[in-house]
């Protein structure tokens, strides 16, 4: 860091030099520029007007070039471009310069200028042109070094002031790295001894000193530093803690693995066991008559189908317990499912003479329409189930009040649930009375289904019942926005 800084601190220094005097050169030839242009059009000017008043303009011409020692360049042109006189050059040999910008500038407004830089680069000459009475043209040049060749011949003093500025950028450069260093030196090697020391301890926070005042700026960093380290320690101790609450989670996970192990093993050997004891009576010759047989064919039937839906919804339950794999971003249409659902069970409806109360909207939810299609199936072949013969279910759909989330509802006037064991209905394999949900039919695991699904698209499930007057169930759903990206 200290050779970083010292080597930083040396650049700026010759860097910044070097560019002050890049551009005070350029702005010192930028204006000799300027001004030789000028003294070349007030020259040509005076030597024109004095050319015209002359018998003989090309003697003038020859005296005027030797009095300037033949630093100045003239050249006489005639309208047609001809050179007539030239005092450098032989004006026989020239070619025509009715091309030459400053010439055909003067031909036109009396005056025009130009500058034409070598091909070298080493000299730079400026030309200033005048229109004369007859219609010729009179031409006045000058030719000086460019910035580059000016350069060069600098390069020796440009050497010994660069020697110069870096030896005072060392200078300048070394003791600033020194005083800059030597507060975070200082502020490192108390740190380093603060590091030592706990932060904090089981039972109370420690002291901790503070940086000496000399440093007052640094102060801030150091707080933050003993503070950060603070938040580390106890971070470092909540995460003990969590690790403790992981074991206890698992041990519950555990439990409940066994429960449920326990749950799916009887209601699957419930089952298993009527079809076993049938089967053996038949198989026995135990059943003589036609209609025994056919009753226990019935019995037999009934078992297997019960027992297929409960190996049907333990499957789904272990499918969506997985992880989410599905597209739970498409926009759904409770109305469609809901209408599907209750055209697929209006046998059932009509059977028990329920009458199906529908309120439904156009509005659209975040999900999977195969998932919501099983939340709705099981909330209303619920609210059919145990409901009594002629009563009514309610389904409802509207938006909430802050407009972000639909509320599903599903009200039926059935048996509904005692108060002590609403708690319980979501719970896997719970039923409210074994016996009369055995005889309805039904595996304990619908409520449970549905919750998890609920759940799955960030919604909420609510239940409130009456025994002997009905329940109902509301589901709050995210409602599907326009800017989401799929539908």
């Known amino acids: 860091m200290k050779k970083k800084i010292f080597l930083s601190l040396i650049g700026i220094g010759i860097g910044a030099a070097l560019l002050t005097l890049l551009f005070l050169t350029v702005g ?34 020859e005296e005027t070039a030797e009095a300037s020692n033949h630093r100045l360049r003239f050249t006489w042109i005639g309208h047609d471009g001809r050179v007539l006189y030239e005092t450098d050059y032989s004006a026989a040999q020239m070619d025509n310069h ?21 091909a070298t680069l080493d000299h730079i000459t400026y030309y200033a042109a005048r229109r004369l009475p007859d219609g010729s ?20 003093y440009i050497l010994i002031f660069l020697v110069l500025i870096g030896s005072g950028c060392f200078f300048v450069a070394t003791n600033l790295t020194k005083r800059l260093l030597r507060p975070l030196t200082e502020t490192a090697d108390y740190m380093r001894v603060m590091g030592t020391k706990p932060l ?10 503070k940086l000496p005042a000399t440093y007052p700026e640094l102060s801030p960093l150091v707080d933050k530093i003993t503070e950060q380290s603070r938040t580390i320690q106890e971070y470092i101790y909540t995460l003990e803690e969590d690790k403790k609450t992981i074991k206890r989670i698992s041990r519950e996970q555990e439990k409940l693995r ?22 053996e009576m038949m198989a026995a010759g135990m059943v003589g008559k036609k209609e025994d047989v056919t009753r226990f064919g019935a019995l037999i039937v009934k078992e297997s189908k019960r027992l297929l839906e409960l190996i049907n919804s333990i499957l789904f339950l272990t ?9 739970l971003a498409v926009a759904v249409s409770l109305k469609s499912i809901t209408e599907s659902v209750a055209g697929f069970m209006e046998p059932v409806i009509a059977d028990k003479k329920i009458q199906l109360h529908l309120a439904l909207t156009e ?26 013969p002629g009563g009514h279910v309610y389904v ?18 059935g048996i509904g649930i005692p108060k002590d064991k609403q708690d319980r209905v979501f719970e896997r394999f719970y039923r409210v009375e074994e016996s009369r949900s055995k005889r309805i039919g039904g595996t304990g695991l619908g409520l449970s289904i549905v919750k998890h699904i609920i759940e799955q698209h960030h919604g909420t499930i609510a239940l409130t019942s009456r025994e002997h007057f009905g329940t109902k169930i509301v589901v709050t759903l995210p409602l599907y926005q326009e800017d989401n990206p799929k539908e």
Request: cysteine-free.
């Open 28 to 61: 010192f030839w930028r204006t000799l520029r300027a001004q030789t242009m000028t003294v070349l059009q007030d020259t040509v000017t005076v030597i024109a007007a004095k050319a015209t008043r002359t018998d003989d303009i090309i003697e003038f011409i």
């Open 98 to 118: 009715g091309n030459r910008p400053e010439v055909v500038r003067a031909l036109k407004e009396v005056d025009g200028v130009a500058t034409r830089q070598s």
């Open 137 to 156: 043209v009179l031409r006045v040049a000058i030719r000086q070094d460019t910035v580059y060749a000016a350069y060069f011949s600098l390069i020796p």
């Open 200 to 209: 904090v301890t089981t039972d109370k926070e420690v002291d901790i000193p």
């Open 258 to 279: 066994r429960e449920f192990t326990a749950n799916v093993t009887h209601e699957l050997k419930t089952p298993l066991t009527s079809i076993q004891g049938f089967a």
């Open 319 to 327: 499918k969506i317990e997985g992880p989410e794999t599905q597209d």
């Open 363 to 388: 509005d659209k939810v975040m999900g999977h329409s195969d998932m919501l299609r099983e939340v709705v199936l099981n909330l209303v072949d619920n609210a059919v189930k145990y409901n009594r």
């Open 396 to 413: 409802t759909m509207e938006k909430a009040e802050t407009g972000r989330n639909l509320l599903f509802t599903v009200e039926d006037t």
